[in-house]
């Protein structure tokens, strides 16, 4: 399945349930100061989640594009060297805004999975927050995983924050087994961080807000945002181990490879050129420019993360020069 394919079917299950398809928000928060940028589709309904707001509607799906560079998620410093990190990304997802909570959100996630997707169960694995027995019951006692592939993990894991204040929750996540061919462990052991079990989707029961002292308050409703991270799911369906080398990625590395002649052991800085093109393409699209505070600084630090790549290969200078002619063709003009 394309990426593309993957994204329309996700949207279509939700919406099929009842869900109403909104589009992605920009990746600067409006109004809200507490966050660099859009980290997570849930952030465009925050208000929602808190009761301060209604949108006439109590279920939706999005896909939203989502930046960890900077602030509370930051993954900048390992694109490249994983199989799945990025600092832009798209995550798919669906919201209950105090209407289905934890059953139908682990319904919705299995049906989609394991008939939709067709995932084998036995490449599945899931943790559950470990005072959530809620939870562990719908999925031991209600869908019928294997007790052996489900882990209880602590806060670090499965309670989900969107920054140090606002809307939280336990949650739950669901992890693709790659293969005993990739390094890497079941989530809650000491070699968890290899790239074997990838977390593909994340489904957090929102029941909290927190405030600037940490103190959880119950809020209105309890409410569900899952968050599956697209292109780890389109390396799943396209049966790669690498989110790099699936049809989006290949396309970008490939026109890199044009004009960088790099050979396999620089592949990390193909990665993250590739990588950090995207996340500048978006947030300048988004408004942010590059500057020496906040949301600026941040994209600064991408561009410059990937110049340093882009010298590492040689070849700044076609480059540069390819895209200064990429700009002419597009004014009209040339560029003194
Ligand atoms: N907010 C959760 C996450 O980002 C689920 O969407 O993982």
Redesign the pocket.
């Known amino acids: 399945m394309k990426t593309s394919e993957i994204r329309r079917e996700f949207l279509a299950f939700f919406e099929e349930n009842g869900h109403n398809r909104a589009p992605s928000s920009s990746l600067v928060p409006g109004n809200d100061p507490s966050l660099l940028f859009t980290n ?3 952030v465009q309904f925050k208000d929602i989640f808190l009761g301060l707001e209604d949108l006439g509607f109590s279920r939706a799906t999005t896909s939203q594009r989502c930046v960890r560079a900077g602030g509370k998620h930051n993954d900048l410093d390992n694109v490249g060297y994983t199989a799945r990190h990025h600092t832009f990304f798209e ?1 798919l ?1 669906n919201f209950s805004f105090g209407e289905y909570f934890k059953r139908e959100a682990i319904e919705f996630a299995w049906i989609l999975l394991t008939e939709r997707f067709a995932l084998a169960p036995e490449k599945l694995w899931i943790t559950v927050f470990e005072d959530d027995t809620e939870a562990a019951d719908i999925w031991l006692q209600h869908i019928g995983v294997d007790p052996n592939r489900l882990s209880r993990c602590g806060e670090k894991d499965n309670f ?1 924050m ?1 920054g140090d204040t606002g809307p939280c929750g336990p949650c739950s996540e669901i992890f693709y087994d790659h293969g005993p061919e990739i390094a890497g462990g079941p989530p809650g052991t000491a070699e968890e961080d290899g790239d074997r079990y990838v977390e593909i989707w ?1 489904l ?1 029961f929102m029941q909290y807000e927190r405030d600037v002292t940490g103190k959880l308050t119950p809020i209105p409703k309890p409410s569900v ?3 599956m991270g697209l292109e780890r799911m389109a390396a799943v369906l396209q049966g790669v181990h690498n989110n790099y080398d699936i049809d989006l990625f290949r396309g970008l590395i490939d026109a890199i490879r044009q004009v960088v002649p790099a050979t396999d052991p620089e592949i990390t800085s193909l990665r993250v050129l590739a990588d950090h093109i995207r996340s500048c393409a978006f947030l300048i699209m988004d408004g942010v420019t590059p500057s020496n505070e906040g949301r600026g600084y941040v994209l600064r630090r991408i561009i410059r993360r990937a110049l340093r790549h882009g010298n590492k290969l040689g070849t700044i200078e076609p480059f540069f020069y390819r895209l200064v002619g990429a700009l002419e063709d597009q004014m009209g003009e040339a560029i003194p």
């Open positions: 997570a589709g849930m995550m997802g989900w969107m994340n957090v945002d899952t968050g």
